[in-house]
């Protein structure tokens, strides 16, 4: 049995019209929207899978200030399917692209990091298709983020390649990259180890914490287990210090993880999954981010004067989950409708018409009409059975 799935359809009529009437009321442009509280200056990920029948498709991110002016707009176009078309009736066309869309197209996974301006107290996602399109949307995740890796989960791709990671040699015989039920796989049947780099922008004298989360397979021919290597480089380009290297043993752990301190002059950090020849890694999620460190005392009382000797003495400590931002105590603001934008305005307490469809946006995702909530140091947003939607 599959597993139940829902899906938001915009700009679709529900049953065939006649082919030689057109319905204004059904080709109208349409839109989805949903407000939840942000917190300022912080990063977001926001991520959904959709397709749509015309290339203007649309989701946008109102980010709102506190008398629900708009702030800052950012947009991700939705990936087109074209629809081959008669010559037909425009509201029949929209009804022949609706069945394309849901029944034909798979819906392709959307991804990208956005950062809440100063001043930001909500944001409003909402999807928008123009007149006589069609879009379908599903899993919808707005949540908030310290991660410094692009595509952390090597899921995203775009012209058929990995987003934000580069695979060198570029076109090394025997190496694979495909995706599974449990991750990707990156597969390395050559004579020649194969690895994926990513770049990214990094500071000196940082705390910083590296993780993986997957499972590492060796052939009996292999010479070496696959590694997570992390290098620190100069304003230069030359790489600083010694690297911090994970050995991923196929008979470890899925889970492994370092911690340490940049270099003090270390402008950029390069990671690298590497893959030996023979072997693979299966990966679920890699993870680097830089932690603010507090000081902690610590002290020791004695009964009696002299001397004390603490022999491999360590200090644990728990990673305290950020509060999510609440909801303002005058409400939500007003969903836009379709071809409009926020302006200032201080009326929040308009009820808004629920969709037909059960969506939700937010820090949760809704797969299976579930809305779950994750939390980091800027707070999640909010669930999709607390932010107020709207269809128009």
């Not at 597993?3 to 009529?13: D, E, I, N, Q």
Request: a positive charge; hydrophobic letters at 40%; charged letters at 20%.
């Amino acid at each position: 049995m599959s597993a139940f799935r829902r899906v938001a359809v915009l700009g679709a009529p529900q049953a065939a019209p006649a082919a030689a009437r057109v319905d204004a009321a059904r080709v109208m442009p349409t839109a989805l929207s949903q407000v939840v509280p942000v917190a300022e200056n912080c990063a977001y990920d926001f991520s959904f899978w959709s397709i749509a029948s015309e290339p203007d498709a649309v989701a946008e991110i109102f980010w709102l200030g506190t008398d629900c002016n708009l702030l800052q707009t950012d947009k991700v176009f939705i990936e087109e399917m074209p629809v081959a078309q008669a010559n037909v009736s425009l509201s029949l066309a929209v009804f022949q692209a609706r069945r394309a869309v849901v029944e034909r197209a798979p819906l392709t996974l959307h991804r990208r990091r956005l950062s809440a301006p100063a001043a930001a107290v909500q944001a409003e996602i909402r999807f928008g298709v123009p007149q006589g399109g069609v879009a379908a949307v599903e899993a919808v995740s707005l949540v908030g983020t310290r991660e410094t890796l692009e595509n952390p989960d090597l899921t995203l791709q775009r012209g058929g390649r990995l987003v934000g990671w580069e695979l060198l040699p570029g076109a090394a015989p025997g190496v694979s990259l495909f995706g599974t039920d449990d991750g990707v796989q990156f597969r390395n049947a050559g004579a020649s180890a194969a690895e994926l780099i990513q770049t990214i922008d990094a500071g000196g004298k940082k705390y910083f914490s590296l993780e993986w989360e997957g499972q590492a397979e060796a052939r009996s021919s292999a010479s070496a287990d696959p590694s997570l290597e992390l290098y620190w480089l100069d304003a230069g380009g030359d790489r600083l210090g010694d690297p911090t290297i994970i050995e991923l043993s196929p008979s470890g752990f899925n889970t492994a993880a370092a911690q340490g301190i940049s270099p003090m002059t270390a402008t950029r950090a390069e990671l690298h999954l590497v893959v030996p020849a023979a072997t693979s890694q299966r990966i679920r999620r890699v993870s680097l981010r830089f932690l603010t460190s507090v000081d902690v005392p610590v002290r020791f009382s004695a009964q009696s004067p002299g001397e004390l000797t603490v022999l491999d003495w360590r200090v644990a400590f728990e990673r305290a989950e950020a509060a999510p931002p609440p909801p303002p105590k005058d409400g939500l603001c007003t969903p836009t409708p379709p071809n409009r934008t926020p302006r200032f305005s201080t009326a929040k307490k308009l009820i808004a018409a629920a969709p037909s469809v059960d969506t939700s946006a937010g820090a949760g995702t809704c797969r299976g009409g579930r809305t779950g909530t994750r939390r980091n140091r800027c707070g999640s947003s909010a669930s999709g059975r607390t932010a107020r939607t709207a269809r128009r």
